[in-house]
């Protein structure tokens, strides 16, 4: 994404968002340590669908089980509902559904990514977690971006580990994106 940052300065919240999304961007392509040691980047692993995606750890404020959601009227069919967790009314996005993926066959699984945002309360529901994955500058693999379909325009990168390909999806860059932000239908 190339934004011209001065734009922005009139608007401190979306420049330090923009700030925060090109550092994340930069540690993906940080070379090793003066050069001799490979850096490590770790992230959060989970399921959509048949995709494996890894989500900066500084995105996720916490996993929980999906919980009971109120329907809104008239909202997106992927807006769930809102929640209460904990005293804090959660939107609860079913992620999958959001990028048209198929239906699962099953919903045990299941888990919430809760957004690490003060000002967007928003739950992130996924098909699976995965864990804590480390990847190191020799795991990138810049061209499978173009193969992730409808989530390419969230990827930080993308990285193969044991043949397998793990996507580097940005939570935040998903937050900030006006159709994710319209769930009113």
Excluded: C, K
């Excluded at 923009?18 to 490979?38: F, I, K, N, V, Y």
């Excluded at 399921?47 to 109120?70: N, Q, S, Y």
């Excluded at 992620?95 to 990514?113: A, H, I, K, M």
């Excluded at 992130?124 to 500058?137: H, K, T, W």
């Amino acid at each position: 994404m190339s934004l011209d940052l001065r734009s922005l300065r009139d608007r401190p919240f979306e420049l330090l968002e923009q700030l925060e999304a090109s550092l994340s961007a930069a540690r993906l392509d940080a070379p090793g340590a003066g050069g001799h040691q490979a850096q490590s980047w770790t992230g959060l692993g989970f399921r959509l669908g048949d995709r494996w995606l890894v989500a900066p750890r500084e995105d996720v404020r916490e996993v929980i089980a999906p919980p009971r959601a109120t329907r809104v009227p008239n909202a997106q069919p992927w807006l769930t509902g809102l929640a209460n967790v904990r005293g804090e009314l959660l939107a609860i996005i079913d992620l999958p559904r959001y990028f048209e993926l198929p239906p699962r066959d099953s919903t045990r699984g299941q888990r919430v990514l809760v957004l690490n945002s003060r000002r967007m309360p928003v739950g992130l529901l996924v098909d699976e977690i995965a864990g804590y994955r480390q990847f190191s500058a020799g795991d990138q693999r810049h061209e499978l971006r173009g193969e992730a379909g409808p989530l390419s325009p969230f990827l930080l990168g993308a990285f193969v580990r044991d043949g397998q390909p793990w996507y580097a999806f940005s939570l935040h860059r998903l937050a900030q994106n006006e159709s994710f932000r319209a769930a009113a239908a």
